[in-house]
């Protein structure tokens, strides 16, 4: 079982940066993959980022990349998302969630999830 608490969800001008914290607890914890989705009004939810625990390898949504930085850290059992340059269409609900295993990117996936933060980005 694996508990997830998202944080620093918020509202930013475009341009403007935000960072994100999952606080996961739980059994072997350091085994899961961890990953962040995002889901806008009237839209499917759409991964992010991803990273292996263990390992720190990290995937990225075309749509993010260069600018979203996912890592975690072992002491803290965190895993951020750190947003920089911002755009409108970057305003969601940003789910953080685990799974065992190997890499996914198909939210259905996974089976650990926190409640979401928000983030809206001003034009």
């Known amino acids: 079982q694996v508990q997830l608490v998202e944080s620093g969800g918020g509202l930013v001008q475009a341009g403007g940066s935000l960072r994100l914290s999952c606080a996961a607890s739980?059994?072997?914890?350091?085994?899961?993959?961890m990953a962040w989705f995002r889901q806008a009004p009237g839209k499917e939810r759409e991964f992010v980022a991803g990273?292996?625990?263990?390992?720190?390898?990290?995937y990225s949504a075309d749509s993010v990349k260069g600018r979203f930085t996912i890592s975690r850290d072992n002491a803290k059992n965190t895993v951020d998302l750190q947003m920089n340059s911002l755009k409108a269409e970057d305003t969601a609900v940003y789910y953080c969630?685990?799974?065992?295993?190997?890499?996914?990117?198909?939210?259905?996936?996974?089976?650990?999830w926190g409640q979401g933060t928000q983030v809206t980005v001003s034009s």
């Open positions: 990273i292996v625990w263990s390992g720190g390898s990290t």
């Open positions: 969630a685990a799974r065992r295993g190997s890499v996914s990117m198909a939210d259905s996936s996974f089976g650990y």
């Open positions: 739980g059994r072997a914890v350091s085994t899961y993959f």
